[in-house]
Every structure is written in C-alpha cells, then in structure tokens.
C-alpha cells in the first residue's frame, strides 16, 4: 500500500509521444510533454464507482501545476515508456487512491486543453471504468480531498459550476453517459 505521502510522479518521467493514430513517435519527458500547447501523449482516465452507483471524485492536488485544486475523475496519469497504458492506471490507481481493482476499458479519445500560461494537455486518453467499495487512502502529493457523489448530484453541479472541474473530466463524463451507462450498471 501506498504511504500518505510518497511522491509518484516525477518530472522527468519520460512519456509515451504518439501521432494522431495513436503510434508511438517518441518519448519526452513529463514536463516538455506539458510546456506550452503540448506534445501529443498517451494518457488515461479511470472512473471507480461503488455499489450505491455513486462515482469517487479526487480533488487535485494544490502542488499540480496543471487545473491545481480542482475536481476529476477518480484517476489519471500516463504511462510511461516500456509501460502499456492498463498496467499503468492500475499501478497509478493503486498510488493515489490505495485501491485494486478491475478495470474496464471504454473508449479513446484525443483532446487539448490549455491551463492558464502554465501549459497544455495534449493527450490520446485511454478511459477505464472499475468498481470499489473498499477504503480510500489518499496519496497527499496527487490529492488534496475525495469524495463519493451520486450522479445526478454530479450532473447537477456540471451544470451550476462547471470550472470547477478539469476539462477531460467533463468531456469523458459526456461521452460515458450518451453511450456507457450500461457497462457501469454491469459492474
């Protein structure tokens, strides 16, 4: 098990670089891969749900120097190189929140979005889905807080503060309602 505090990503970390088709070209460190409008990369997405079909949020930590202190799914990263990308969100997964668990993948998608003058995301994200009703333990140095939430309370809040949430959240979210929800009510 993850310690309170243990540092799970590092700068210099080299991340997988691929072109549109998702072929890897390359590999670039963390932080060239965020710098400016960014460098296409692999990334994923993980949304852990519970038997109240209630999904676990994660407060971005205050030290990230991309959307720091806002609400996202319950796990995302990259996988780093010689990693494939399922190997990669269980082990994040299992970094950040203390959970193991079966993952589900459900889609791929390439999005961009600017944070500020601080930098890029510039990704091919990979999303997976899981189920977890066992303990939490947060990793302090990629979450600030956590949180269960019913999904209408979720789609409510979208709608009545939605920069409160980072934007691949919002855009996976989307697309899992119009045509996921019944892989989750099958978890």
């Known amino acids: 098990m993850v310690q309170y505090n243990t540092q799970v990503s590092f700068d210099d970390e080299e991340l997988i670089v691929v072109d549109k088709d998702d072929n890897i070209i390359d590999y670039k460190t963390k932080v060239v891969c965020h710098e400016g409008d960014g460098i ?5 997405s993980i949304f852990i749900f519970n038997d109240q079909n209630q999904l676990l949020l994660q407060k971005r930590s205050e030290s990230k120097l991309l959307w720091p202190l806002y609400w996202s799914n319950s796990c995302c990263s990259h996988p780093r190189k010689g990693e494939n990308t399922e190997s990669a969100a269980r082990r994040r997964l299992q970094q950040e929140l203390g959970i193991e668990t079966d993952l589900y993948y459900l ?4 999005y961009h979005a600017r944070y500020k003058n601080e930098g ?3 990704e091919i994200c990979s999303v997976f889905i899981g189920k977890s009703n066992g303990p939490v333990q947060i990793n302090r140095n990629e979450i600030s807080d956590w949180k269960h939430i019913d999904l209408r309370v979720l789609n409510n809040e979208f709608q009545l503060t939605p920069n409160k949430f980072t934007p691949w959240f919002k855009m996976e979210w989307e697309r899992i309602q119009s045509d996921f929800m019944n892989n989750i009510e099958s978890l």
């Open 40 to 44: 296409l990369h692999r990334a994923f």
């Open 107 to 110: 889609f791929k998608f390439t």
């Open 120 to 122: 890029s995301e510039k």
